[in-house]
């Protein structure tokens, strides 16, 4: 499958005339709880030449791809993400995070990392993952059963927005092993028997979710949304100009 990702990453780069700068895994498989028939989900960022920059009319910043069972391919252009990394975009905090890194142009995460304080806002942060939890409660938490995916993904959401909700000045990890250290101790048991079943169920198996799984995830979404408004932002110097800088640099390089 490694194989098949670089490939299907170098496959793009000559069909649209473009450069992955990074490239990385943003699923379960970097969360940490992955079926094993789970999809790959790869993204990456990526820049096209720098005359491609240079007209009236901006294009597209964005490539997506038909799912297939396997692999999950989407990507955003670098002016697009250095754009949302400005602005607090939780998905891209994650993606330059991943533990799974396919590919990387020399440099390219380290030189973003001092810039992540600067463009991370506890309030964007929370809502975003309010927003994933409040599926999880309102929708597939309403039955008997529910899928174990969606379970996990309700869990995880529910322990980034506490992360937040109690450590406003940074953003939550990605991976699920360092966020389920703010799971209550009564509820690590049957944490771990999700996780040991996760790893051997396919994606569509379904489970009776333990009412006191059930009980933490309706509080942690009744509780981030008691203080989403009211978060403290902490005030950074605007990343701006260090991240135009990099821009340029990067188009530069790709001359």
Known sequence: ?????????????????????????????????????????????????????????????????????????????????????????????????SPVVYSEAPGFRAQLAPWLPAGWNPRAGLHHYLGQLRRGVEEDLVGEQVRLKRLFYALRSALAARWIRTRPEEGPPMEFGVLRELLPPELHGAADELLAHKATADEKTTVAPPAALAAFLQAEYEAGQAVRAILPVPRHPDPTPALNALLRAWLAAAL
């Open 1 to 97: 499958m490694l194989a098949r990702i670089h490939a299907a990453l170098t496959a793009l780069e000559a069909r649209h005339h473009i450069r992955i700068l990074y490239a990385c895994e943003s699923g379960s498989r970097a969360w940490g709880f992955p079926s094993p028939d789970s999809d790959y989900d790869v993204r990456f960022i990526y820049s096209h030449a720098a005359d491609w920059y240079l007209t009236l009319d901006e294009g597209a910043d964005t490539l997506n791809f038909p799912v297939d069972a396997e692999l999950d391919l989407a990507g955003w252009e670098l002016r697009k993400a250095l754009k949302l990394l400005r602005g607090s975009n939780a998905a891209l905090f994650e993606w330059l995070q």
